[in-house]
C-alpha cells in the first residue's frame, strides 16, 4: 500500500523560501498522481500543487501560481514543493497527497480524489 512521508517543514521569516520533499513507497505504480494540500488553524484544507505521473502536467490555485512550483525527483516517487516569497497567509501543515494514474492529477485538486495522505508537516511562517 502506498505511504507518503513528508520532510523539510520548519519555522522561516516572511518573504523567505523553504522546500519540503515527499517520498512515496510501498506503491507498485510509480505512475501516480502526487501533490501538496495545506490546512491552516481554523481552516478548510485547501489544494496547493499536483505533478502527473510523468511530470509533465502541473496544477496550481491562483493563490499559488508564480510563488510555489512542485517537481518530481528522477525516481518519480519523490516530488517536491518549492515555495518562495512566503507571506504570512503561507503557515499551516502541508500535505502529501496523490492520487493513482485512473483519476489523475487534474483531478488531485478535489479533495475527495485523493486517494493516499501524508501525515503532513508544519510551515510556520515569522513576520
Known amino acids: 500500500q502506498l505511504q507518503l512521508e513528508e520532510t523539510g517543514g520548519g519555522s522561516v521569516q516572511a518573504g523567505g523560501s523553504l522546500r519540503l520533499s515527499c517520498a512515496a513507497s510501498?506503491?507498485?505504480?510509480?505512475?501516480?498522481?502526487l501533490g501538496w494540500w495545506r490546512q491552516a488553524p481554523g481552516k478548510e484544507r485547501e489544494f496547493v500543487a499536483a505533478i502527473s505521473g510523468g511530470g509533465g502536467s502541473y496544477y496550481y490555485p491562483d493563490s499559488a501560481k508564480g510563488r510555489f512550483t512542485s517537481s518530481r525527483g528522477n525516481a518519480k516517487n519523490t516530488v517536491y514543493l518549492r515555495m518562495n516569497r512566503l507571506k504570512r497567509e503561507d503557515p499551516a501543515v502541508y500535505y502529501c497527497a496523490a492520487s493513482p494514474p485512473s483519476i489523475g492529477a487534474e483531478n488531485l485538486r478535489s479533495r475527495d480524489r485523493v486517494n493516499v495522505w501524508g501525515q503532513g508537516t508544519l510551515v510556520p511562517v515569522s513576520p
Open positions: 510501498g506503491g507498485a505504480d510509480k505512475d501516480y498522481a
